[in-house]
């Protein structure tokens, strides 16, 4: 029987690259898995539902609210995502190592329910990096840049909630700066691998069979 799972939350403020970072893990690693967020935000040109997202109306959404159907749910800049439970529960029982990429608010929920639960949270290098790579997106409206850089001070000060920091350097400053980012984050899934009670079972097997 495959050893139990664990959930690798990712967060960090709108435009630092965390969706860059985790296709860049999923790419490179296939032992590790994606969890699908629900979301009542509108697709953005090139998402799929089911893929990026399982897109769900308002009404929708408060029915899965009601079911405690959610993981973890949260507001995020007007709109609301969450994370099925069947989902993430079914993935790690099946012994899948999951990334699930949401804001803060939903990864604090997460830690708060589940101490296996392991916090990344990716920074940008600085402001001015991070307005630019909000602007160079061209999906954000000049309102949205306002609202979402408005919060950047309150995110980051979750940050000190986390398990482990990465900083998400300036591609012109460093343009290998996404490899380095993904292997980072790879590092960290993998070093859990490796601890103590997610080895105990072959331990004690080991240590049996050296006895005998």
Not at 20 to 32: A, G, T
Not at 113 to 132: K, Y
Not at 177 to 205: C, G, K, M, P, S
């Amino acid at each position: 029987m495959p050893n139990r799972g664990r959930l690798f939350v990712i967060s960090g403020p709108a435009g630092v690259g965390k969706s860059e970072i985790v296709k860049k893990v999923l790419e490179r690693h296939p032992d590790v898995q994606l969890s699908v967020s629900c979301t009542t935000r509108q697709p953005r040109p090139g998402e799929i539902d089911g893929v990026s997202y399982h897109f769900v109306d308002d009404a929708r959404f408060d029915r899965l609210v009601a079911e405690d159907a959610f993981y973890e749910w949260a507001h995020v800049h007007q709109n609301r995502y969450g994370t099925l439970k069947s989902v993430v529960q079914a993935q790690l029982e099946a012994g899948h190592d999951l990334i699930l990429e949401i804001d803060v608010q939903g990864c604090l929920q997460a830690m708060a329910q589940d101490d296996t639960v392991t916090g990344i949270f990716v920074c940008p290098p600085s402001r001015e990096n991070l307005e630019a790579r909000l602007r160079h997106r061209g999906t954000e409206t000049e309102e949205s840049i306002r609202v979402r850089l408005n919060n950047v001070a309150r995110e980051c000060a979750t940050a000190y909630k986390y398990h482990y920091i990465i900083i998400h350097e300036d591609w012109s400053v460093r343009p290998d700066a996404l490899e380095v980012a993904a292997d980072e984050v790879y590092a960290i899934i993998n070093a859990r691998r490796r601890t103590l009670d997610n080895n105990r079972a072959f331990l004690d097997e080991l240590n049996r069979s050296l006895k005998a």
